[in-house]
């Protein structure tokens, strides 16, 4: 069975910096698509980054050049490093896995329905 737990979450003043981790069991991240997602409430889930069985990575415009998307293999996990964080950042951040897929594109891995597996969540709220 696939669990994802998120942390690294809390508050941050604009301008600071958070990694986020996802740690991944039941499946490997190294043979997974992975990505990290966000919502705020009232509006709908939106893509932030997402890395492919091949390493291959997709950031969203809003976020390109002020975020990282990482795997380790050896912990198993998918981390995010979030730099330069600005209000408009704040949200619930999630991570999910797609087991297996193999033929992708940037639109597909910042794609919610792409994906199988989800955590519960770690919120980052950033204040001004």
């Known amino acids: 069975q696939v669990q994802l737990v998120e942390s690294g979450g809390g508050s941050v003043q604009a301008g600071g910096s958070l990694r986020l981790s996802c740690a991944a069991s039941?499946?490997?991240?190294?043979?997974?698509?992975m990505g990290w997602f966000r919502q705020v409430p009232g509006k709908e889930r939106e893509g932030v980054a997402g890395?492919?069985?091949?390493?291959?990575?997709s950031y969203a415009d809003y976020v390109k050049g002020r975020f990282t998307i990482a795997r380790d293999y050896a912990q198993n996990t998918l981390y995010l490093e979030m730099n330069s964080l600005k209000p408009e950042d704040t949200a619930m951040y999630s991570c999910a896995m797609r087991p297996g897929a193999r033929i992708v594109d940037d639109a597909w891995l910042l794609t919610s329905s792409k994906f199988a597996f989800w955590g519960q969540g770690t919120q980052v709220p950033v204040s001004s």
């Open positions: 039941g499946y490997t991240v190294s043979n997974s698509c």
């Open positions: 890395i492919a069985t091949n390493g291959h990575s």
